[in-house]
């Protein structure tokens, strides 16, 4: 079916690290993308989003990349910390009111 | 503000039988936005309601369907249910469910069937 392609590979840092997370998106006419945090038992929680008119957005600890070129995001995790561990999603909201979601990539912070 | 709510949290059903999810959305939300999750085919987009209609599908079968309220809380129901149906179903809400919006997920009712 339909994907942000990312395939769920597993991140391990070291806490204090900084962490990145890529993800290849297909679309090339998605403008919006956000990225999900989602803590085992409970639903996916935003953390930033990027509209493709920019190609860096900086939130609390996070940045998010965006290259249209090659059709890539990336969402990069300052000073890593435990309550950071979680599976990640990136997401581009297409047109049609739907939107894509990648597999996921689940982060490990190690103490 | 109260945040999405989704009701049963867990749910045990046989194969064959049906079942209905409820998820109300984050208060002046009008979209509602339901959602797949299972370990092998990640997070799956069912379908999105505004205003008590459907705008959108994804590609599920007909025995998924769904209805959306006139206070925007929305419905999902599974008929005839399949092992393969065992998943977290989530839903979302947002404003108007544009495409430059995000949306706000529900803690997602887990459903297992046996």
């Known amino acids: 079916g339909e994907s942000v392609g990312l395939h769920l590979p597993t991140l391990s840092v070291q806490e204090g690290d900084n962490s990145i997370i890529n993800c290849a998106y297909s679309?090339?006419?998605?403008?919006?993308f956000i990225w999900y945090k989602q803590e085992s038992g409970k639903g996916p929680q935003f953390i930033i989003d990027?509209?493709?008119?920019?190609d860096k957005r900086q939130g609390q600890r996070v940045t998010v990349l965006l290259n249209k070129t090659v059709k890539h995001l990336s969402l990069q995790i300052a000073a890593t910390q435990p309550g950071d561990s979680a599976v990640y999603f990136c997401?581009?909201?297409?047109?049609?009111?739907?939107?894509?979601f990648g597999a996921g990539t689940r982060l490990f912070v190690k103490a | 503000k109260a945040g999405v709510t989704q009701t049963p949290r867990y749910l045990i059903k046989t194969r064959g039988q049906q079942v209905t999810l409820s998820c109300s959305p984050i208060?002046?939300?009008?979209?509602v936005s339901w959602y797949q999750q299972t370990p092998g085919q990640g997070l799956q987009f069912l379908f999105e309601?505004?205003?008590?209609?459907?705008?959108n599908k994804g590609n599920f079968p007909g025995r998924f369907s769904g209805r959306q309220f006139s206070n925007s809380r929305s419905e999902m129901n599974v008929s005839t249910l399949e092992l393969g149906d065992s998943a977290l179903y989530l839903c979302?809400?947002?404003?108007?469910?544009?495409?430059?919006?995000?949306?706000?997920f529900g803690p997602g009712t887990r459903l297992l069937v046996l």
């Open positions: 979302a809400s947002s404003r108007l469910g544009t495409r430059q919006e995000t949306q706000y």
């Open positions: 990027i509209r493709s008119n920019m």
């Open positions: 679309n090339s006419a998605s403008d919006y």
């Open positions: 997401a581009e909201n297409t047109g049609g009111f739907k939107t894509i």
């Open positions: 309601y505004f205003s008590e209609t459907q705008r």
């Open positions: 208060s002046g939300h009008r979209s």
